[in-house]
């Protein structure tokens, strides 16, 4: 999602739904952060491991 959306223009005539908006910005700021479920970089830097890798990935072009 593009960071420029969070600038749209909202109208909302009715106030039910008016209501039913601010709830949900209420109860999103309520939610726990996400945390990643691995912690740190994986970095491949040997030629060797990287073809391995590669392979596993993508083992048709082999």
């Not at 700021?29 to 945390?35: N, Y």
């Not at 479920?37 to 993508?58: A, C, H, P, Y």
């Amino acid at each position: 999602m593009a960071t420029s959306s969070i600038f749209a223009k909202i109208k909302i005539s009715d106030p039910k739904k008016a209501a039913a908006f601010i709830d949900a910005l209420a109860a999103s700021e309520d939610k726990p952060e996400r945390k990643p479920s691995v912690q740190g970089k994986f970095l491949l830097t040997d030629r060797n491991d990287i073809r391995k890798f590669m392979e596993k990935r993508f083992p048709d072009n082999g």
